[in-house]
Every structure is written in C-alpha cells, then in structure tokens.
Nanobody, 117 residues
Framework: QVQLVESGGGLVQPGGSLILSCAAS????????MGWYRQAPGKQREWVAT???????NYPDSVKGRFTISRDSTKNSVILQMNSLKPEDTAVYYC???????????WGQGTQVTVSS
C-alpha cells in the first residue's frame, strides 16, 4: 500500500509563502501523475495543482501564477511552493498520486494551511 505523507503546513500572514512537501513510500516514477488538492471547512475538496510523470504541470485559475508544483525524484517527493497567499487559501491540503493503467488513486492524510493576520 502506498503511503503519502504531507508536511510543511502552518500559519502564515496574507501575502506570505509556504512550501508543502509530499513524501511517497515508493518511487514517484511509478505514478502517472501526482497532485495537490485542498478542502476548506464546509466546502468540497478542490484541485490545486497537478504534475505528470513527464513533468507537465497544470493549475486552476485560482492559484495560477502563485503556486508551483514540482517533482523531486531523488527524494520521492512532490513539492508545492505557495506564494502570495490569501485568506481564501486556508484549507487542509492533500497530496494525491495516481497509477498509470489502473488509475488507482492514493491520498495522504493532509496538512493544515491557515492564512490569517
């Protein structure tokens, strides 16, 4: 069973930055894509960023230009660099990995990000 462990969350002021990390229990090369999602209280989980095995990235308009996702195969990790944070970015952030072919998905337990002055 794949284990994904997120870290790096915390409290940050508006306009600040945070770096989230997702460490996988196996080589991230075994996944066709990895991504970040978030869920704010009372809201549905929403997609934040995706990176494919080929290195292609994609973002929704809400975070485009502020967030950057990247892969570190040497550490079996996916990183989410978050800049210019806003209060509406407050949520629990989850890491997801997906297998090719079977498209099985694996999720981490989440890390809390709070943007507040």
């Amino acid at each position: 069973q794949v284990q994904l462990v997120e870290s790096g969350g915390g409290l940050v002021q508006p306009g600040g930055s945070l770096i989230l990390s997702c460490a996988a229990s196996e080589s991230i090369r075994s996944f066709s894509s990895m991504g970040w999602y978030r869920q704010a209280p009372g809201k549905q989980r929403e997609w934040v960023a995706t990176v494919t095995s080929g290195g292609n990235t994609n973002y929704p308009d809400s975070v485009k230009g502020r967030f950057t996702i990247s892969r570190d195969s040497t550490k079996n990790s996916v990183i989410l660099q978050m800049n210019s944070l806003k209060p509406e970015d407050t949520a629990v952030y989850y890491c997801k990995a997906m297998r090719p072919l079977s498209r099985n998905e694996f999720w981490g337990q989440g890390t809390q990000v709070t943007v507040s002055s």
